[in-house]
């Protein structure tokens, strides 16, 4: 909270009149965040793709253009969420629906018979939550991609490893 203030250039008790706690404060910024950056809307087109193959295109392109824009406050929280409970707290409820997502995408592949062989619901929702972890993006824009390419080839690789061969 003491950054906070330092970087906003108020006292640490003006924070505290406007955040209760650290967990507010984090609450706070990921719903703005998320406002601002239009979360709901950038993943729309994933529910409202005509087939699986281009839900998953929709899915690595939001998905990487969303990162490029809250990546640095999402390594911050995962960094923080190894010693502070109010950190961890968030970073368990951003991880809840990360996943729910990616099981609701994975679900609509097994239902519409595409998932790939090998493949469990359970063990593609954890491949995919793993393959869009914030280490992986954060390593793609570290090396210079952008989020075009990265959704670009992000996609090429969710349609590899989780789409059945056309037949």
Request: aromatic share 8%.
């Amino acid at each position: 909270m003491a950054a906070v203030a330092e970087r906003a250039g108020v006292s640490r008790r003006a924070v505290y009149l406007h955040f209760a706690s650290r967990a507010d404060l984090v609450s706070e910024l990921f719903g703005y965040v998320n406002e601002i950056e239009d979360i709901e809307g950038r993943f729309a087109a994933v529910g409202d793709a005509p087939d699986p193959a281009t839900a998953l295109d929709a899915f690595a392109r939001a998905h990487a253009h969303f990162m490029a824009a809250v990546l640095p406050a999402s390594l911050a929280v995962e960094r923080e969420a190894r010693t502070d409970p109010d950190a961890a707290r968030h970073w368990d409820t951003a991880m809840y629906w990360r996943d729910a997502t990616n099981r609701a995408l994975v679900e609509r592949l097994a239902r519409e018979g595409v998932l790939a062989p090998g493949w469990t619901i359970d063990t593609a929702s954890d491949m995919l939550l793993a393959l869009i972890a914030n280490g992986v993006t954060a390593t793609l824009f570290d090396r210079g991609w952008t989020p075009d390419q990265v959704g670009e080839h992000t996609s090429r690789l969710l349609r590899s490893t989780f789409l059945a061969p056309a037949r």
